[in-house]
């Protein structure tokens, strides 16, 4: 929506995506839940893995690792 926001307004977008405006912006000054900022420390660390193992490990490997 951000990006389609230079272009519609916030209430065409909303009334499209059948969403309150109200809605949006509690979800826009929303922090992340427990599992986003788990998933952000885990593809962080996977990708560090990734570069560590010069990019040569796939998914299986990886998660053994």
Do not use: D, F
């Not at 010069?54 to 490997?61: D, F, K, L, S, V």
């Amino acid at each position: 929506m951000k990006t389609l926001r230079l272009h519609y307004p916030l209430s065409r977008l909303c009334r499209v995506l059948q969403v309150s405006r109200s809605g949006y912006y509690a979800w826009q000054h929303r922090r992340p839940s427990k599992r986003a900022q788990e998933n952000a420390r885990l593809e962080v660390a996977i990708q560090a893995a990734h570069v560590r193992t010069r990019q040569t490990y796939g998914p299986e490997r990886l998660q053994a690792e």
